[in-house]
């Protein structure tokens, strides 16, 4: 069964606002909760995660959460506290990824690594870890701590593996998507399938809820790999070319080196081993995506994989949390346009 959304304004483009608006009460609740665990009596801890939490993110993942408990007619607390602590991984993640990646910009502002040095942000984002697991375990599901601790560690296998993976033109289209599988879309995935968890639905459901933030989460991550090449600073909240200088090989390069020449393969080949790192390397990467349609493949991938996320929802009724869900991923693909 197929559930496609027909808005009653499609002059508009889709927008994050129907879930934001859905779970606007919930949301207070967790903000909350996130504003109660993040303190510390050391100052530097609240100080340096509350520069991130505070930094202008969508909060997607919690909103995400509180949404599934809005489809299924969930009416407890459990879900507030819940879905804090999936914004406490989300943020832990971010402060470390950032370290690896030596990042610059986050959401358009200088990352807290960058501020406060690569020990502090470590170690800040092990707080925050600290202070998710808390939650799970102050909820007293020994189900809901397997799903979320399962994914705390998928997210870190998926790091890992990312970074066994930078500087290799080689790598595979299948070890690309395991990779986001497990980075991105494991957290998104867990998000939603504990709503059903605390709300005592059917194993059916759980699964329909997981499939649809796995396929999000997997649509979400191909479109910010395309759009590094596509778009800017003030659009992402990142540097544009972040990924390319970072030797990254995400969709788009995959495509472009698979499709190109023998003379645009030792391109790729020494950009992403760090050789072609300029800006004039960069604008010619961006016409080799371009010209090879990798970056339009790209988000044809997104797209594919974001109507098997609207698929997953087809079992629940419709409604304006339904209606909200399907946006979302209409959201989530359109960021590129």
Known sequence: MTATLHRLDTRR????????????????????????????????IPELAGHLIAG???????????????????????HHRLAAAVEFIHTA???????????????????????????????????????????????????????LSNASAVIAEGEVNQLTAIRRIDLAEDRYLAIIGA?????????????AVVAERSDDEEAALDAYGRNLGIAFQLVDDAIDYVSDAGTMGK????????GKVTLPVILAHARGSAEDRKFWKDAVEGRRAGEADFAHAIDLVRNTRS?????????????????????????KAKDAMVEAVEFAVARAY
């Open 13 to 44: 483009p889709p927008s994050l606002e129907p879930m934001m608006q859905l779970v606007a009460a919930d949301m207070n609740m967790v903000n909350a909760v996130i504003l109660e665990r993040m303190q510390s009596e050391i100052p530097l």
């Open 56 to 78: 202008g993110g969508k909060r997607m993942r919690p909103m995400l959460t509180l949404a599934s408990a809005k489809l299924i007619g969930y009416s407890g607390a459990r």
């Open 93 to 147: 993640t971010l402060l470390h990824d950032d370290v690896v990646d030596g990042s610059d910009l986050r959401r358009g502002k200088r990352t807290a690594n960058i501020i406060w040095g690569n020990p502090a942000s470590v170690l800040v984002g092990d707080f925050l870890f600290s202070r998710s697991f808390e939650l799970m375990v102050d909820d007293g599901s020994l189900r809901v701590l397997k799903i």
């Open 183 to 195: 980075k991105t879309a494991a957290l998104f995935a867990a998000a939603c399938r504990v709503a």
């Open 239 to 246: 540097d544009a070319g972040d990924d390319f200088r970072e």
């Open 295 to 319: 970056v339009d493949d790209t988000l044809a991938r997104a797209r594919h994989y974001g109507q098997r996320a609207i698929d997953a929802l087809g079992p629940f009724a419709s409604g």
